[in-house]
């Protein structure tokens, strides 16, 4: 047991992380010089002081003098990325620890910058002048038995190990060289330990790094109500229009053809529709610029026609009810795009549960808001009525709802499947 404690002891003081830790010691060290010299011509220049440079208590002054005009120094925004990359690489910081990636912004992210750079060439240079002068001197107690006092007294050594005491000469050497290892692999674990709370991120940092995250989830999550909605409708229309013209291909070549051209149709407004959601995530990618085709404009309610005739084609008998979409006022563009995409899902969803039922579409304008209502029979198959939770596409239209502050509500009641959507025109403003 005592054995296994020392190797750790020995492990946590001279291992690798605690050798990187040094280097990174004696580096900050080397960082305090230019400030160190530049006080010490100052203060020589000011106080006229005979002596400054070899005098211990005037050192001190020096030292403690310079770490102010780093700290000043390090309010500049690119040094924390430089202060980051070498904690990272030298600290030993566990995997958990969180450092900021960007230069320091904020004024609060740079007072936090500023002091850890003081700290790191504070204690950097404590450690590096004991490395530079422990060594020598440990090496001088462990070598007096056998070179003598005298060479000691010629190098300015106090007579403390004269006479019989010489014998405890290398035993106070080597404590002193343990010394220096322990104080080395403290100072090291003191700025592993501050690193994260000086060099992380700023509560400010936190918020954009958590906005910039949501941003680009909601970014990713219309993509893929955009894909499923035009793509799924397409895909949905043709395999019933497919269907159909396999089944008739020889007794009526009439209808196939028919069925073929309106597979075509399909298929050709899907792709346009297709290259309109890929344009929306090149401009947001890539933004725009001379040169660059724009993406195509996304359908609205004054598209719904078409989106029916290739519906119908499919075989299901679609019945818009209400105002024409050209006749509904004051409709806001967005309003008048989602509108679209609700309509297309609901058919979508109606196509791939309910097959080519017919299907009811009421559109109108109720106090200040849009109200959609679809339904449609419900056979024996349709998941729906098993699974009101509903699957992708009916959380895609509640998605979409909430976006505009509405609501959306659906579910099966007296064999029929219906699908109500509100959405203030209010929202959109």
């Not at 690119?78 to 980051?84: I, K, T």
């Not at 080395?184 to 509560?203: S, W």
């Not at 989830?217 to 229009?241: K, W, Y």
Request: hydrophobic residues 50%.
């Amino acid at each position: 047991m005592t054995r296994t404690r020392w190797r750790r002891w020995a492990r946590a003081a001279l291992g690798r992380r605690a050798r990187t830790r040094w280097v990174h010691l004696v580096l900050g060290g080397a960082l305090l010089m230019p400030y160190f010299l530049l006080t010490t011509v100052l203060l020589g220049s000011v106080l006229r002081t005979p002596g400054l440079l070899t005098s211990f208590p005037w050192q001190l002054l020096a030292f403690v003098a310079a770490l102010p005009l780093a700290a000043l120094t390090a309010l500049f925004p690119l040094v924390r990325p430089l202060e980051v990359t070498a904690a990272r690489a030298l600290c030993g910081l566990p995997e958990s620890a969180e450092l900021a990636a960007g230069p320091a912004v904020s004024w609060d992210a740079r007072q936090r910058t500023a002091l850890w750079y003081a700290l790191h060439l504070a204690v950097g240079g404590l450690v590096s002048g004991l490395t530079l002068a422990v060594p020598p001197a440990a090496l001088l107690l462990i070598a007096l038995p056998v070179s003598g006092p005298s060479y000691g007294a010629e190098l300015g050594w106090p007579g403390a190990f004269a006479g019989g005491r010489v014998a405890l000469a290398p035993a106070a050497g080597v404590l002193l060289l343990a010394g220096l290892v322990v104080v080395a692999a403290g100072a090291g674990a003191l700025l592993a330990r501050c690193a994260p709370v000086l060099l992380g991120p700023a509560p400010a940092d936190r918020l954009a790094a958590a906005e910039e995250r949501a941003a680009r989830l909601a970014s990713r999550n219309r993509l893929a109500r955009e894909l499923h909605d035009s793509v799924g409708h397409a895909l949905s229309a043709v395999t019933l229009q497919a269907g159909a013209a396999r089944r008739v291909l020889d007794a009526d070549p009439g209808f196939a053809r028919e069925a073929l051209e309106a597979i075509e149709e399909t298929t050709r407004g899907a792709v346009a529709e297709l290259d309109s959601v890929l344009g929306l995530l090149r401009e947001e990618s890539e933004g725009t610029g001379p040169g660059r085709a724009a993406p195509s404009p996304s359908p609205t309610l004054a598209d719904l026609d078409g989106l029916l005739a290739r519906t119908r084609a499919a075989g299901v008998t679609v019945d818009l009810g209400g105002p024409p979409p050209d006749g509904l006022p004051g409709l806001p563009p967005v309003i008048s795009r989602e509108a679209y995409r609700i309509v297309q899902e609901g058919l979508s969803n109606a196509l791939r549960h309910a097959g080519p039922v017919p299907v009811r579409v009421r559109m109108t304008m109720n106090g200040g808001e849009l109200e959609i209502r679809m339904e449609n029979p419900v056979s024996g198959s349709d998941a729906r009525a098993r699974h009101p939770g509903g699957g992708r596409g009916l959380r895609g239209i509640a998605e979409r709802a909430a976006l505009l502050r509405g609501s959306c509500a659906w579910g099966a009641e007296a064999g029929r499947w219906r699908l109500t959507v509100r959405l203030p025109l209010g929202a959109a403003r």
